[in-house]
């Protein structure tokens, strides 16, 4: 059985394309057979973080409408041969996707031995966001430790509860938080909401917390996912969130802020 | 941080963003299903009840609310202290 997995936010910019890419990648260097679809349609995005652009011939769209099929549509990873993307079409609008249409796509992937699909929405609450967390089984909210983020992923907590196929069936999408652009200083300083207070407001677990990071604009300009950046502790931070989707129980790190020497206190920086 | 920061007092803004993110999402919340009439109608009953009495234009409360398997719509008007309003 293939467990679906929405990448959402309610907010743009906050790190779901990002994130979905990291996750797809850290699923796949596990063994695990993963596919990831662009929910955005007209603003396809996914296949330059991962690194695939120039190899998209046909689209999720394309396979929705019946012009191609699944295996033409899917593109195989570069470097993990058990890992496949999904893009987004960039030139129709965002009615182009049904219901019914994704239904079919999520069940040929799922037949097709995939072991995780990653869906990964696009901004907003309208029908695009709508069908990318439809028929998930669990949910990755991403939220930036600012206030619209968290205000506006609540609102996608409300919608996962009641506008989801499990909610209609009277049962739950499993919901994590995987907070990003985590910046440990800043919360020691009372400048940042913490990863505490996030939980708080929102009343969901932590999955991850991503620290802010120059490696994750690094990483999308190669087109190559920040978890596969192997010193960097994004990639590490993403890392610990796939092993915990995994149910492996790992430590927080990277956030606490760093301590700093007696010549760092004094003359700052 | 260096060696002047503690004469630079600084808010504290990380928990007024908490605080303020604990009330809109509560508030949010309780209203997170219900009916999209519901403004409509308080806007509606507050003109009614003006025509005759004199009252704030927050004294017209609607909400709903779960009363097991029904949904109750709860309507309260505070009236103001005093004599109503002749008309």
New interface residues.
């Given amino acids: 059985m293939a467990e679906i997995i929405v990448i959402t936010s309610g907010k743009g910019g906050v790190g779901k394309t990002t994130s979905s890419a990291s996750l797809a990648n850290g699923l796949a260097r596990r063994g695990k057979k993963v596919a990831v679809i662009d929910f955005d349609v007209g603003l396809r995005n996914l296949d330059l973080i991962m690194g695939c652009e120039r190899r998209v011939v046909y689209d999720f769209v394309n396979v929705v409408q019946g012009e191609a099929s699944l295996r033409q549509a899917l593109i195989k990873d570069k470097r993990f041969e058990n890992l496949y993307v999904l893009a987004a079409s960039q030139t129709r609008d965002k009615d182009a996707l049904t219901k019914e249409g994704v239904e079919k796509v999520l069940k040929d992937l799922a037949d097709d031995g995939f072991e995780y699909i990653l869906c990964d929405s696009p901004a907003g609450i309208e029908k695009g966001a709508f069908l990318a967390m439809y028929f998930a089984d669990q949910a990755v909210v991403v939220v930036n430790p600012e206030v619209s983020s968290v205000r506006d992923s609540d609102r996608i907590l409300g919608l996962l509860s009641s506008k989801t196929r499990k909610a209609e069936a009277g049962e739950r999408v499993r919901e994590h938080l995987l907070l990003t652009r985590y910046n440990p200083q800043r919360v020691e300083k009372g400048e940042m909401l913490s990863i505490a207070d996030v939980e708080e407001v929102l009343g969901i677990k932590t999955l991850g917390v991503i620290p802010e990071s120059n490696d994750v604009l690094d990483a999308s300009n190669k087109g190559e996912p920040v978890i596969l950046a192997g010193e960097s502790t994004a990639g590490q931070a993403y890392d610990d969130a796939v092993a915990r989707l995994l149910g492996e129980d790992r430590p927080m790190r990277f956030t606490q802020a760093e301590k700093k020497g007696f010549f760092g206190k004094l003359f700052g920086g | 941080?260096?060696?002047f920061?503690f004469l630079k007092t600084?808010k504290?803004?990380?928990?007024i963003?908490?605080e303020?993110?604990?009330i809109?999402?509560a508030q949010?919340?309780t209203s997170?299903?219900a009916p999209d009439y519901l403004p409509l109608l308080q806007r509606e009953l507050l003109e009614v009840i003006r025509k005759y009495v004199s009252v704030d234009v927050d004294a017209v409360k609607v909400d709903l609310v779960k009363d097991g398997e029904h949904d109750v719509l709860d309507i309260s008007v505070a009236l103001p202290d005093g004599r109503p309003a002749t008309a």
């Avoid at chain 2, 504290?12 to 928990?15: E, H, M, R």
């Fill in positions: 941080m260096g060696l920061d600084k504290n803004t990380a928990s963003a908490k303020r993110l604990r809109i999402v949010e919340r997170r299903g």
